[in-house]
């Protein structure tokens, strides 16, 4: 039970790191300067006003200094964040697979942070996780599986590379983004090559329908696919027990 609260604080407190990075970064700002503070007046966050999700409560979602409302988003993401980290933990235990679903819950809080708001997929946090990942599978399997894994995220990145190329042709304008590009290499790496195109498949039926009703609602009729394909990921790598029988298929 103590680890389980652990797990979900330690969570909250990535989910607000997050949303720091992922706002910041996508509007071209330092992550160090200026310190965390009101987007309105400017007032720089005491310490008590950045603890994750209690600040929010304790101030009642306005700032202290000049009482205007703080987005609903900090307390979203802080909340979202703990909330998978605990589930990964109840899942997983502290094991290797832990570690994979950490960053994969990482990286869907960011991509969910950057795409949806900014059309963006940052290229650090996928060139961090990417090393993070391949040294996690060679300290546990050995040079020769983490090498093969790097081939297979390279092949699925080809395979989207060359699914751009063909999208392209057909509509006659940019189909996929530079970012769902380069982020299917981290599928490979994780779930291998064949279930890349699987995770690829079920993200494109989950984006569907957010696809079409976008169609109706919204004026830009630009869809980010980053949170569907991370979201693919996760539902393969979290259900992967059941997804694993999809390979007598194939
Ligand atoms: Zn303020």
Redesign the pocket.
Known sequence: MMNSIFIFIIGTIFGSFYYVVGTRLSNNESLISPRSH?T??N?VLKPYELIPIVSYLILKGK?H????KISKEYIIYELFTGILFLVGYLKFGLTYEFCIYLIISSLLVLIFITDFKYMIILDSPLIIFSILIICLKWYSFGLTEALFSILQGILAFLTMLLIRQIGNAIFKRESLGGGDIKFQFIVGLILGYKFSMISLILATFIALPYAVATMYIKENKEVPFGPFLVSGLYLIYFFYEKFKYLLYFI
């Open positions: 009101c309105y007046c007032h700032c200094s000049c009482h205007k």
